[in-house]
C-alpha cells in the first residue's frame, strides 16, 4: 500500500507525530522506565529491565557444532569429537550418511571401509576384499 505524501497538510500532520514520537513520547516513556513507574496493566518495566549479561553461551544439541553463533550438524562422513569440540572424519570401518545423525554408524561384521570420512553404507567392503584391494593394487 502507498500513501501520498505530496499534500503539505498531510506531511505536516506526519512531521508532527514524528517529532511527538522523538521529542515527547520517547523521553516521557524512557523517564518512566529508570524511575521503576512504567506500567501497563500490571505489567511494570524497570530499568533493570533492559540490562544484560555479557556472560551467556550458546550450548548446541549433540553432534552440532557451534559455527559464528549457529548449531550446525557435522557434515556427511564427519562426526563431532567431544574432545576437542571439532568434527572429525568418521573413522576406518564406519560411515556417516545423514547429516544430522550425531554419530557414525559402524559397518555391519566382516565389513570395512577403504579410509576414513566414508559417507555411505555403500563403502563398506568386504574386510578379506579390502585387504586384497590394498595390497594387490599397491
Given at each position: 500500500?502507498h500513501i ?8 505536516d ?31 511494570t518495566?524497570?530499568n ?34 567431544e574432545?576437542?569440540d ?7 570401518g ?26 555411505s553404507?555403500?563403502d ?13 593394487v599397491?
Amino acid at each position: 500500500m502507498h500513501i501520498n505524501t505530496s499534500t503539505s497538510k498531510l506531511k505536516d500532520t506526519l512531521k508532527t507525530l514524528d517529532d511527538v514520537r522523538v521529542n515527547i513520547l520517547q523521553p516521557t516513556v524512557q523517564d518512566l522506565i529508570n524511575n521503576g513507574t512504567f506500567d501497563i496493566n500490571n505489567f511494570t518495566l524497570t530499568n533493570a529491565s533492559f540490562v544484560t549479561s555479557n556472560n551467556w553461551e550458546i550450548t548446541c544439541d549433540s553432534g552440532h557444532i557451534l559455527d559464528q553463533s549457529i548449531c550446525k550438524p557435522c557434515p556427511i562422513g564427519y562426526f563431532l569429537n567431544e574432545t576437542s569440540d571439532k568434527c572429525d572424519q568418521c573413522p576406518a570401518g564406519q560411515y556417516k550418511d545423514i547429516e544430522s545423525e550425531s554419530t557414525c554408524s559402524i559397518c555391519p561384521s566382516g565389513f570395512t571401509t577403504l579410509g576414513s570420512g566414508s559417507k555411505s553404507r555403500l563403502d563398506c567392503v568386504s574386510k578379506y576384499l579390502s585387504v586384497c584391494i590394498y595390497i594387490c593394487v599397491v
